[in-house]
């Protein structure tokens, strides 16, 4: 008996690996009434009947498969296997509810593929579900050259991808840098969408794998009519610096404060929701990208009794040219107090949280020099031009 | 093509969008023209143009978009004649969502016929920030200007335009070398864990992977860009200063040496004319940055 289960459960992932065809319905119908609720094995039928042009019955099992998806909390996959459904019928208005119920109710911050689609209005992720293109590739494919433009995300619904890095190492040789994408991972560098990015990796197929496909061009278009989208894809791409990106942050952070004074807006949220916010104004000391160090004005002293340390705030920078501001979320990493010509005033430290793309492009724009070149910048500028 | 038909062409950069670039690319065209040179102004600010408003142009009948998406053959197609004499205009307006981010071959073709055009000067509007595509249409110049205004973010920022250029020629001369291209990417990121801060440092990097020719070529490069620095808005003596600063720090960490060609006043006259939708160039000759505009122009010739 034991022998039998373990040679069927062989040969039903032998089927879902794409390791062994089955051409006759019949016989997949058998395989699938005594595992019916395999949502895997119901998509590769699926996939099967939609090359047979039995378009009603693929869709009909990829509804179900993804149905299946959803209530094992694999997402990615329920959106591909939803994805091939609207591929095979033409509905008038497609409806993904059930994912986005399902998306909202999973408890998978940790995955940023996950985090990326659960943020999104309904809207948002029907438009980018729109734009999703479901991609089947052999072992060794090549998804992308190092060196091609760096014109998509892909989403691994199924499958691993291998990106090989080769970079010049310390001793002047190369370095060859390799890292695996498994399942739910993603790959593709398409921000800043103004950049035209060529690929550092060369992207291969290690196993058959199923992706999703979001071209940069139609995620722009996306992205236009919802900016939310946008500054999710930045989160997205930023997630994927992983430990590296963490490091890059806080090396940012610790060699790139600029110190030009910018008038900001503070608004400081009290912990319980029935408070009004402590709104107040001040000067920036210096910015980097990781965030940034205030003198606060004169009203702190009236307007606030308690710490605001680990507070969340939201600062307003007054930018010229900037007609609408840059607006930052943060939260108060440290407050110190300073004298100042006989006063004492307060500094505080905030530690930004969220930007828009287009906030953090203004912020990048303005801390992507070297320290030396910063400093040697502002002691000539004191020198030579200050009035 | 004889290189004396080749136009000369001046590219108008510098990082920050609203010091006045477009501003100092149509005055310069125009005294170009008065000069009787004939000169082609472009708008190369892809996905944000507006130089045909300076030229008090609403609607642009044709722009580089319709050259790129081909229904005209050749830059001249495309051309607008103006008010005045000897100057013509192409126009970037249109389609923001296709042309702010052409492809490799969309930008080459732009370049290619750039040379064709047949004219003795072509003075390029670019667009604000270092993207590649800024940066190379930069690169391609004869006259590589970079306009700044006296504020310290507009000095970062048209030094980081500099310095990005630098590093974007290297790259690109590199591009046969993928280990040196690697380390010179690398190095464009300032917190790059080689440690390579400066070009000195990229330099030194180079000489242990490609040995000195490749360096001596490369520094030969370097020297060649050669930056025009103007500085835009002059309301008082010191500020005319700001080429300096850029100058001391460019020579220092990036072993380049711009050039500080000169100042334009600050004029309220040209925010009134720009908000009016007149032609800046009625700018009235008495104007202080007309007169500044017109010095550059002759040191740059």
């Known amino acids: 008996m034991s022998e039998n289960t373990d040679h069927t459960n062989d040969i039903i992932k032998g089927v879902i690996d794409g390791l062994i065809t089955i051409e006759s319905i019949d016989e997949f119908k058998n395989i699938i009434v005594a595992n019916p609720d395999n949502p895997e094995l119901l998509t590769v039928y699926a996939g099967m009947l939609e090359k047979k042009e039995l378009y009603n019955g693929a869709a009909s099992v990829y509804k179900k498969a993804s149905r ?104 002047g040789g190369a370095e060859i840098l390799v890292e695996q994408v498994g399942e739910n991972g993603f790959t593709g560098d398409v921000l800043p969408f103004s950049d035209d990015k060529l690929s550092l990796s060369l992207i291969e197929a290690a196993s058959n794998v199923a992706l999703l496909k979001l071209a940069k061009e139609d995620l722009i278009r996306v992205c236009r009519k919802y900016p939310n989208v946008e500054f999710l894809t930045m989160e997205l791409c930023q997630s994927r610096l992983g430990k590296v990106g963490r490091k890059a942050l806080h090396t940012i952070r610790s060699t790139t404060r600029y110190q030009v004074q910018t008038k900001v807006t503070v608004k400081i949220f009290p912990d319980e929701p029935d408070q009004s916010p402590l709104v107040l104004n001040g000067f920036t000391e210096d910015i980097s990208m990781g965030g940034c160090c205030i003198r606060l004005g004169e009203a702190y002293w009236t307007g606030s009794g308690t710490s605001v340390i680990g507070k969340n705030v939201r600062i307003l920078f007054s930018v010229p040219k900037v007609s609408a501001g840059v607006d930052v979320l943060g939260e108060v990493a440290w407050k110190r107090e300073v004298s100042y010509d006989e006063r004492t005033t307060v500094l505080i430290g905030v530690q930004f949280k969220q930007m828009t793309e287009e906030d953090f492009t203004f912020l990048k724009k303005h801390c992507y020099i070297g320290d030396g070149e910063q400093d040697m910048i502002y002691s000539l500028w004191e020198s030579l031009m200050k009035k | 093509m004889n290189v004396a038909d080749v136009p000369q062409i001046w590219a108008v950069g510098g990082g920050k969008g609203g010091v ?59 051309c607008l004649e103006t008010e005045v004499e000897n100057l013509m205009l192409i126009c970037g307006a249109g389609d923001v969502l296709s042309m702010a981010n052409p492809h490799v071959a969309q930008k080459a073709k732009i370049i290619q016929h750039l040379y064709r055009l047949n004219t ?29 205004s006296p504020q310290p973010i507009a000095i970062q920022n048209a030094y980081a335009f500099v310095r990005n250029a630098i590093y974007r020629r290297l790259s690109r001369l590199s591009s046969q070398q993928p280990p040196l291209q690697a380390l010179i990417k690398t190095a464009m990121d300032i917190n790059n864990e080689l440690k390579v801060r400066t070009v000195r440092d990229l330099l030194m990097a180079i000489e242990d992977i490609s040995g000195n020719d490749m360096v001596d070529t490369l520094q030969r490069e370097i020297e060649e860009i050669r930056p025009q620095l103007i500085t835009n808005m002059v309301n008082h003596p010191k500020d005319k200063n700001a080429g300096r600063v850029i100058q001391l720090v460019a020579e220092k960490y990036l072993l380049t040496h711009p050039v500080n060609v000169g100042a334009v006043v600050y004029d309220k006259q040209i925010e009134a004319i720009v908000s009016d939708m007149v032609p800046l160039t009625k700018l009235v000759q008495s104007s202080d940055a007309f007169a500044s505009v017109y010095d550059i122009v002759m040191k740059l010739m």
């Open chain 2, 120 to 148: 003795e000067y072509i003075v390029l509007d670019l667009g604000a920030g270092t993207s590649f595509n800024v940066l190379d249409f930069f690169l391609v110049a004869t006259k590589k200007i970079v306009v700044l």
């Open chain 1, 68 to 171: 299946h998806f959803i209530e094992s909390d694999m997402i990615l996959k329920a959106i591909h296997s939803k994805i091939r459904e609207w591929n095979v019928i033409k509905y008038s208005e497609r409806e993904c509810r059930s994912i986005y119920a399902a998306l909202r109710h999973c408890d998978r911050d940790d995955v940023p593929a996950y985090h990326f689609f659960a943020r999104m209005s309904y809207p948002e992720l029907v438009a980018v579900m729109d734009e999703l293109e479901p991609v089947s590739l052999g072992a060794t494919a090549v998804v992308r050259e190092q060196d091609d433009f760096e014109d998509e995300l892909y989403f691994v619904v199924l499958g691993t991808l291998t990106e090989t890095t080769y970079s010049s190492g310390h001793e």
């Open chain 2, 20 to 78: 006045g670039k477009s501003t100092v690319s149509t005055l310069m065209a125009f005294w170009l023209a008065r000069m009787g040179k004939r000169t082609v102004l472009v708008d190369v600010d892809l996905g944000g143009a507006n130089l045909h408003t300076m030229m008090g142009i609403k609607s642009p009948p044709r722009t580089l978009n319709d050259f790129v998406s081909k229904r005209f053959g050749t830059l001249e197609d495309i």
